[in-house]
């Protein structure tokens, strides 16, 4: 008796014989039968093609040649072996082959993600690793989500216990890996579950960069700093952007008084816009506070609110801003003394010492470096009275410097100011530094003008895109950008703007008395010799 294998593979032997026998006898009708479908796969194209006003006509002649076919002698026969011919002709080329399907976005970018994770997240003396070079992303990716251009837009991932999630350099470079692969052009928000050993990841949409200086719906005391994310913040404000007004969530500081962070520290990277949010802030502050600028980079970013109403004085030189600095040191004093004695006489403060003071300075370090040269008082050592009481003065100091000169910042200025902004695409490190806090975002490589982040006291950082206020004095400045800024100022000024035109000469004096002239208003006087200005308020 054979054995149960030789049966088999005899059985499969004849079965393979009988398939290729039939394969050999029906490929004839199964070229016809190609054939066939081309042909009428062709004559319901050509139908549809054919208008509707010609579809009768078409009908009987093809009705009539039929007709003519089937009276012929032997014409049915003749017809139906044409016929046969031209399908076998029409189906002799193979069947083509699929196009081989496209390969799954999931399986090539999340593969690709996962190998790259692998080195970072898996352990050598794991035995049962979440991440190996054998493994499949499917295993530890619980979620993901693409845009309509194929971009990872959301992802969760799980990692091992023993990964140390709390340290930010082992984070770092996680997120680096992970924006690697994802895309370096998009801003990733990174949520670290630390209990349940999870990371969300989230691609953030970019903020909007056509929101040009206006006048905000604030109060007095509130500075809008820039605008962020909808879930950012619980409060909208209408500005108008591109021609229409819309609701946008903006990153309010809030000053005065009863303030907890009174003072705010920008720093940023060259070319990122810090200059533009001291332009800013000094345009939204003008209406209720006076102000005093010191340029300590000399450039003249701040020169058109040179004599403008509100405006003591613009100092650009180390002369000039150490007497600025020495007299707002002098007037925080003075105030002090003018609300202790009102409120011990519980009378009214007087006018002059409750009407805020802004003290603005850019890039204070290049005239510190320049006072250490010429054995000068550092301008920022003059800057520690208002700062730590400059609240209770009505005192606000504002300081915008460069990134990379925040070692050069003196330990009393970094300590006081914890209102802070960073613009421009710092590392985690800087971010960490400038902000006080890590950042749970990272960065986009290469970011518009005016986007950072900003940190209010103990709060979250929060995403930031700074209204563009350019100089109106720089002539490269898109006119419209410039109009803006012109429109915020107090007054006319010939340099920025047209001069108003000249009333024509009357023929003769006029019959009526003379009217006296009105009052000229006198400009502040910030001398440099004199050790103390006196302040007025100005209306």
């Keep these: 008796m054979l054995p149960l294998h030789r049966h088999l593979s005899k059985g499969r032997e004849i079965a393979r014989t009988a398939g290729d026998h039939a394969s050999d006898m029906f490929a004839p009708l199964s070229v016809i039968g190609r054939g066939m479908r081309h042909h009428a796969a062709w004559a319901k194209g050509r139908w549809q093609t054919t208008p509707k006003e010609r579809r009768g006509p078409t009908l009987f002649l093809t009705a009539a040649m039929l007709v003519g076919i089937y009276l012929l ?8 072996v044409g016929l046969m011919a031209s399908a076998a002709w029409a189906g002799r080329a193979p069947k083509a082959p699929s196009a081989p399907a496209a390969p799954d976005v999931a399986d090539v970018k999340l593969g690709a993600l996962y190998a790259a994770l692998t080195p970072y997240l898996c352990g050598p003396d794991d035995a049962n690793p979440m991440y190996h070079f054998e493994g499949s992303y499917k295993d530890v990716f619980s979620s993901w989500e693409f845009d309509g251009e194929g971009r990872l837009s959301r992802l969760e991932l799980g990692y091992p216990a023993y990964f140390t999630d709390t340290e930010p350099a082992a984070r770092a470079r996680i997120e680096q890996v992970v924006q690697g692969k994802a895309g370096r052009a998009r ?15 989230t691609a953030l949409a970019p903020l909007p960069t056509d ?9 007095p005391g509130e500075i809008v700093l820039g605008f962020t994310d909808e879930d950012g913040t619980a409060r909208t404000i209408p500005v108008t952007q591109g021609g229409t007004t819309v609701q946008q969530p903006p990153v309010v500081w809030r000053t005065g008084p009863r303030s907890s962070e009174p003072h705010l520290l920008a720093l940023g990277v060259a070319g ?10 000094a345009l939204q502050a003008l209406p209720y506070a006076d102000l005093v600028v010191v340029d300590g980079a000399g450039t003249g970013e701040h020169a058109c609110l040179v004599n403008r109403p509100g405006v003591h004085t613009v100092e650009t030189s180390l002369h000039g801003a150490l007497a600025a600095l020495e007299w707002a040191a002098q007037e925080t004093e003075r105030r002090l003394t003018a609300l202790n004695a009102a409120r011990r006489a519980g009378s009214t403060p007087p006018e002059d010492a409750t009407r805020p003071l802004w003290l603005l300075l850019d890039h204070p370090t290049e005239l510190s470096e320049l006072a250490q040269a010429e054995g000068r008082p550092d301008p920022q050592d003059l800057l520690e009275l208002p700062l730590r009481h400059g609240r209770a003065a009505r005192v606000t100091v504002v300081i915008a410097e460069d990134v990379e000169a925040r070692d050069r910042i003196t330990p009393t200025v970094r300590s006081t100011t914890r209102a802070r902004v960073v613009l421009g695409p710092a590392g985690p490190d800087e971010a960490r530094a400038a902000l006080g806090a890590p950042l749970d975002i990272v960065p986009a490589a290469h970011a518009p003008v005016g986007r950072g982040y900003a940190r209010i006291g103990n709060g979250a950082p929060a995403r930031l895109q700074v209204p563009a206020t350019v100089d109106p004095l720089d002539d490269e400045a898109p006119a419209s950008l410039r109009d803006a800024v012109i429109a915020l100022l107090p007054h006319r000024d010939t340099r920025t703007e047209a001069a108003a035109g000249v009333p024509p000469r009357p023929e003769r004096p006029p019959l009526g008395a003379p009217v006296d002239p009105a009052p000229q208003t006198r400009p502040v006087d910030l001398a440099k010799g004199e050790p103390m200005i006196r302040s007025r308020p100005i209306s």
């Design 272 to 281: 990122y816009g810090t200059s533009s949010l001291l332009r800013s802030i």
């Design 73 to 80: 002698p032997h014409g049915l026969l003749f017809a139906l």
């Design 187 to 201: 801003e990733y928000r990174f949520d670290w579950d630390e209990e349940s050993n999870r990371l969300r990841i």
């Design 211 to 219: 929101v040009v200086a206006q006048r905000f719906v604030a109060a």
